[in-house]
């Protein structure tokens, strides 16, 4: 929102013009994101400690888990706080997708403070029941789906990663698709918020891939250049996805193995359902399950162990989420991290590849 008041004051100070460039502003909303959480995230995690406000640990989980009792949470409001700090600084509000952006956000970390709430603060275990939580995803995601497809026309054509001559017109499937992409990767993230840090650096490098995403779909010469799809508007996104990594930077400084706060449903909610919004927006939601293909991995681990155990009432995995599972494997918890995190950057390199591999 300062943009709009301190950029018409190029005539006079010359300095300011680099305020049109969306790197310049990117970059800062980095800085501004990871400076706001360093700075706030202290007194924080602080204040949540004397209130009580701590992490529930299953009893069914790893042994070592059991020190995790006693670890502040809902981590993911100052994250919020911080992306929206930068935003003001480096946003623009004319544009319509940071708009949606910024409102999707809101509007998941709404659902997910109501879970948190009532598992930390009124002891419910259950928390938000997912009859209601789930329909509310849908409700939010469907009212953005309708924003981006019948406000905004934003092309329903389906690209094919490595296939460039094939393309799949959703129409009217648009919407649904968009949905399922935008709460199904919102759940992903969520099932993957299990150990130290094990969600914030694959986060990081999901957005900072989508960033990339979102400035190549935003240029009309670039993207004609690599034969993808032109989304006027949409190179604004890159400024978002800047300060999202920003702020779980410094999210991570104090999430890092062992945790000193976790991120909590507030925080990983909106983390995943933003993603999947700026995939939609660039058209590239297939994509999202190469580069967010830890969240993929968590998530159908869940589901196999799920319908297995219904069938056949036998488990695939010793525990699900899967890192769980190697954590009883016997893996140390710091190497389940390490190794998700790597496989983050191979991923997040195969997706980046396929902007020339067409």
């Not at 995803?137 to 690209?159: E, K, N, R, S």
């Not at 000193?260 to 990983?268: H, R």
Request: glycine letters at 10%; charged letters at 15%; a positive charge.
């Amino acid at each position: 929102m300062l943009y709009h008041v301190i950029y018409p004051f190029f005539e006079y100070f010359k300095a300011l013009n680099v305020l049109r460039y969306i790197t310049f502003r990117t970059f800062l909303a980095v800085f501004i994101g990871m400076t706001v959480y360093f700075i706030f995230g202290k007194p924080m995690i602080a204040f949540i400690h004397r209130k009580q406000y701590w992490q529930t640990v299953r009893d069914d989980g790893p042994v070592t888990h059991m020190d995790k009792r006693g670890t502040p949470t809902m981590g993911g409001i100052l994250l919020w706080i911080a992306v929206t700090v930068a935003m003001l600084f480096c946003g623009r509000f004319d544009q319509p997708y940071v708009i949606g952006g910024l409102t999707l956000m809101v509007l998941f970390a709404l659902i997910g403070f109501i879970d948190d709430y009532r598992k930390v603060i009124l002891r419910d275990a259950k928390g938000l029941r997912a009859r209601w939580k789930f329909p509310f995803q849908v409700l939010v995601a469907t009212a953005i789906a309708f924003f981006l497809f019948d406000g905004m026309q934003l092309p329903t054509v389906l690209h094919v990663p490595f296939m460039k001559t094939f393309q799949c017109d959703l129409g009217g499937f648009a919407i649904p698709f968009a949905v399922l992409v935008i709460v199904g990767a919102s759940n992903a993230v969520n099932l993957t918020d299990g150990l130290d840090g094990l969600v914030s650096m694959p986060s990081i490098i999901a957005f900072l891939a989508y960033g990339i995403f979102s400035y190549v779909a935003g240029h009309a010469m670039i993207a004609n250049y690599l034969q993808l799809p032109w989304i006027s508007g949409s190179g604004e996104l890159t400024v978002l996805c800047g300060a999202v990594v920003g702020a779980t930077i410094g999210f991570l400084w104090y999430n890092a193995h062992p945790a000193s706060i976790f991120m909590g449903d507030v925080g990983s909610l909106p983390m995943g359902a933003l993603l999947g919004y700026v995939a939609v927006v660039t058209k590239n939601e297939i994509l999202l399950l190469i580069v967010g293909g830890i969240f993929v991995l968590e998530t159908i681990s869940v589901m196999t162990q799920v319908i297995s155990f219904k069938l056949t009432g036998k488990r695939v995995f010793r525990m699900a989420p899967i890192h769980h599972h190697f954590e009883l494997k016997g893996w140390a918890e710091s190497k389940v991290i390490a190794r998700f995190w790597i496989i983050s950057m191979i991923l997040a390199l195969l997706g980046l590849a396929t902007l020339k591999l067409r």
